[in-house]
C-alpha cells in the first residue's frame, strides 16, 4: 500500500513568515498534485507536477517534485493569513490511471 | 460556470440507519468520483465513474454503500446500514480531463 506522509501535521506561524511543508513517500509517484482545503469545503488543485526535479511556481508558492519522483515539497513564501487551510498531497502511483492517493494533510494556520 | 453541487450539507443518523448522498457534476464532464475523508485524514476513492460506467469501485464496501450514476450525470451514494465509523466528509468530484477535478463542498454524516 502506497503511503503519503505529510509533516508538518499542523503549522501556526505569524503573517509574513516562510514556511515550508513536506510529502514523503517511500513509492515512486507518476505525478503529484497539491490542494488547499478550507473548512467546510472540498480541496482545491493548486498545481500538478509531473517530471522528477520539476519545480513549479504559482505566486508566493513554490512546489518541488523531488528527483526520484518520492517526494515533494510546498513552500510559503512570505505567508498571508488567506493562506490558512489544510494543504493535501496526491500521488498517482500507477502512469496512466490518474488513480491519487492523498496523504494525511498539513494543517496551517496564519496568524495576523 | 457552476461547480459540483451536492446535497444535503449535513445529515445526523443513527446507526443502522440509511441515508443518501447527491451531487450534481460540473456540467460536461464525464468522470465522477466519489471520497470518503474521515476527520484528520486526506480523502479516500470510494468509486470512479466515467459517464455512467463503473471505472473503479475497488474501495468501496459494497456490503452496505452503493452508487449509482443514471444518465451518465448527476450520482447518488447511498450507506445501508450505516455504522459509527461511517461518520465522515463525503466529497464527491468530477473531471473533464482526468487529472483535474473539481471538488464539490461535500457532505457531513454524523453517525451516533
Known amino acids: 500500500t502506497q503511503l503519503l506522509e505529510q509533516s508538518p501535521q499542523f503549522l501556526s506561524i505569524q503573517e509574513g513568515e516562510n514556511l515550508t511543508v513536506y510529502c514523503n513517500s517511500s513509492?515512486?509517484?507518476?505525478?503529484l498534485q497539491w490542494y488547499r482545503q478550507e473548512p467546510g469545503e472540498g480541496p482545491v488543485l493548486l498545481v500538478t507536477v509531473v517530471t522528477g526535479g520539476e519545480v513549479k511556481k504559482l505566486k508566493r508558492l513554490t512546489f518541488q517534485f523531488g528527483d526520484a519522483r518520492k517526494d515533494s515539497s510546498l513552500h510559503i513564501t512570505a505567508a498571508q493569513t488567506g493562506d490558512t487551510g489544510l494543504y493535501l498531497c496526491a500521488g498517482d502511483p500507477t502512469s496512466g490511471t490518474y488513480k491519487y492517493i492523498f496523504g494525511t494533510g498539513t494543517r496551517l494556520k496564519v496568524l495576523a | 460556470e457552476a461547480g459540483v453541487a451536492q446535497s444535503p450539507r449535513y445529515k445526523i443518523i443513527e446507526k443502522r440507519q440509511s441515508v443518501a448522498f447527491w451531487c450534481n457534476p460540473i456540467s460536461g464532464h464525464a468522470t465522477l468520483y466519489w471520497y470518503q475523508q474521515i476527520l484528520g485524514q486526506g480523502p479516500k476513492l470510494l468509486i470512479q465513474?466515467?459517464?455512467?460506467?463503473?471505472?473503479?469501485d475497488s474501495q468501496l464496501p459494497k456490503d452496505r454503500f452503493s452508487a449509482e450514476r443514471l444518465k451518465g450525470v448527476d450520482s447518488t451514494l447511498k450507506i445501508q446500514p450505516a455504522k459509527l465509523e461511517d461518520s465522515a466528509v463525503y466529497l464527491c468530484?468530477?473531471?473533464?480531463?482526468?487529472?483535474?477535478?473539481?471538488f464539490g463542498p461535500g457532505t457531513r454524516l454524523t453517525v451516533t
Open positions: 468530484a468530477s473531471s473533464l480531463v482526468v487529472y483535474e477535478q473539481y
Open positions: 513509492s515512486v509517484f507518476s505525478s
Open positions: 465513474f466515467q459517464n455512467n460506467g463503473v471505472v473503479d
